[in-house]
């Protein structure tokens, strides 16, 4: 399709054509959840983000976009096969509007150890249960922006390589080592071993104000953060070594996780220098 590239961008006619079955049904969340992680890829979409993960070394399998903006796209389609197609072909395909423009599936990579991941981090975020694709990616994005070295996922969280969480993240779940704690809440131990305090996240009245934190709680941080709504398991409040909460105001009673995610992520970075 062009001849300029390193790349040739093939045109697509076809919903059923196999060279695109990476992309098809994007909306199905149960379909692609037991889809992708099994084949080892993932989807994303949109040029700031593929670039994105094109930095952080993740390898592309394909490129689908738009016909319309494929000479608007540079350098970005020479990365790896690359086919376009009209509006039409890939709201049959993928089962919405890419406004975008553009797609991308990618290699996914191992998923190191949590020891690996703790080796060095001096501020974590531990998560449990946090099942919602949009939380997920802006816990990730508030993570990469407020100093945060690494996220662990407890088994029951939702998949941060997600297009939804992808997308809401901006590309920065890329930016952020993660690893899965395994067993749940037992590993928690592997993280107080590793020399972090465990701080859980509640609205409890006799949770101590996050802010009021000693140096020795601070210097090694690990934030303990639930789902939405149902907060964190007792059992996982029990594993931990202080319950912190955000004072509210006006008979406010919580903050929405990724608010809440974010605004604990800052007060414990709030001294460092520069």
């Known amino acids: 399709m062009s001849q300029t590239r390193r790349v040739t961008v093939e045109l697509i006619s076809d919903p059923a054509d196999e060279r695109i079955a990476d992309y098809r049904a994007l909306t199905d969340v149960e379909l692609r959840t037991r889809w992708e992680p099994p084949h080892g890829l993932f989807i994303a979409e949109g040029e700031l983000v593929l670039r994105r993960a094109l930095r952080a070394g993740y390898q592309p399998r394909s490129f689908l976009v738009d016909a319309k903006r494929v000479d608007q796209l540079g350098s970005l389609l020479d990365h790896g096969p690359a086919y376009a197609a009209s509006q039409e072909v890939l709201e049959a395909v993928t089962g919405f509007h890419v406004h975008r423009g553009v797609l991308a599936s990618f290699h996914r990579k191992p998923l190191p150890a949590a020891e690996e991941v703790l080796a060095g981090a001096r501020r974590v975020a531990v998560l449990e249960g946090m099942n919602n694709h949009t939380n997920l990616g802006a816990v990730y994005r508030g993570a990469a922006a407020l100093g945060i070295d690494a996220v662990l996922l407890s088994p029951t969280c939702a998949d941060p390589l997600y297009r939804r969480s992808v997308r809401v993240s901006m590309g920065e779940v890329f930016a952020v080592p993660y690893a899965k704690l395994d067993p749940w809440p037992a590993g928690l131990e592997l993280v107080r071993a590793a020399g972090f305090t ?6 409890a009245p006799d949770a101590v104000p996050i802010q009021r934190l000693t140096a020795a709680q601070r210097a090694k941080a690990a934030l303990l953060l639930g789902a939405e709504g149902p907060g ?12 912190v909460v955000i004072p509210m105001r006006r008979g406010v009673d919580s903050l929405n996780v990724a608010a809440a995610a974010a605004v604990s992520f800052w007060e414990l970075g709030r001294e460092d220098e520069g």
């Open 232 to 243: 964190l398991t007792e059992a996982a409040q029990a594993a931990s070594d202080v319950r």
């Open 198 to 203: 465990i701080l859980a996240m509640t609205p």
